[in-house]
């Protein structure tokens, strides 16, 4: 608090900040003022690293990489951009289509970043390639945190409906299977996985069924009976 105190006194911005980020090793931290410029502070020596403007979209969300060389933020316009710190650039952008992202994360590299949306999706891009990689799809509801293990072999996103889901980043995307039928066995196979211990089995399950609607409901008003009064 006091290092904090400090530090924004001497910031030579006439407004209110609306956001200061800590990097993930504490080592550096951003000051994004309500102009859009943000500011880069070294903590170790006190000393203003770089500045620069982040364009005319306002900022929602803003994480440094580790080593404070990268910063991403998302505006409102749904962009995701990576700019270099050291350059005062943007290096990168990516265009989402998946619903308001509420969490980011670098991988300890800088060159994965995790974004968690509101959809339940969690979407992760090669920062040096400039795609998308590949995403993962398993919450129910928002996706309010994403963290990648100091090794990175894996990451983890936390859902607005109470559940952690662990992925392997590395892993490649599956293979888009081809829609079919559901028979009479491939429908009493799911209804066993619904109320599998596994709940990657559940889950697995219920994307299933939600593909085939007729189906599943059919065969659900067979399996659950209303109760007696």
């Given at each position: ?43 170790a020596t006190g000393k203003e690293r770089t500045r620069f403007s982040l364009g005319n979209s306002p900022i929602s969300l803003l994480v440094i990489s580790p080593d404070g060389r990268l910063m991403a933020t998302v505006g409102r316009d749904d962009v995701v951009r990576v700019w270099d710190t050291l350059r005062a650039k943007m290096i990168q952008g990516f265009v989402h289509a998946d619903g308001d992202i509420v969490s980011l994360a670098f991988d300890g590299s ?120």
């Open positions: 608090a006091v290092c904090s105190s400090d530090l924004l006194g001497r910031v030579q911005e006439p407004v209110t900040p609306i956001q200061v980020v800590l990097s993930p090793d504490n080592r550096y931290v951003v000051y994004l003022a309500a102009t859009n410029v943000a500011s880069l502070w070294d903590l800088g060159k994965r970043l995790a974004a968690g949306c509101a959809n339940g999706t969690v979407v992760l891009y090669d920062v040096e390639q400039g795609k998308e990689k590949r995403r993962f799809v398993g919450h129910r509801g928002s996706v309010t945190k994403v963290l990648f293990a100091p090794s990175g072999d894996r990451l983890l996103s936390a859902g607005a409906e109470g559940t952690l889901v662990i992925w392997d980043p590395r892993a490649p995307a599956p293979a888009l299977a081809v829609p079919v039928g559901l028979d009479e066995a491939r429908l009493a196979d799911l209804w066993e996985k619904l109320g599998s211990a596994n709940p990657g089995a559940a889950y697995e399950a219920v994307d299933e069924l939600s593909s085939h609607p007729r189906a599943a409901v059919s065969y659900l008003q067979m399996q659950m009976k209303p109760a007696h009064a």
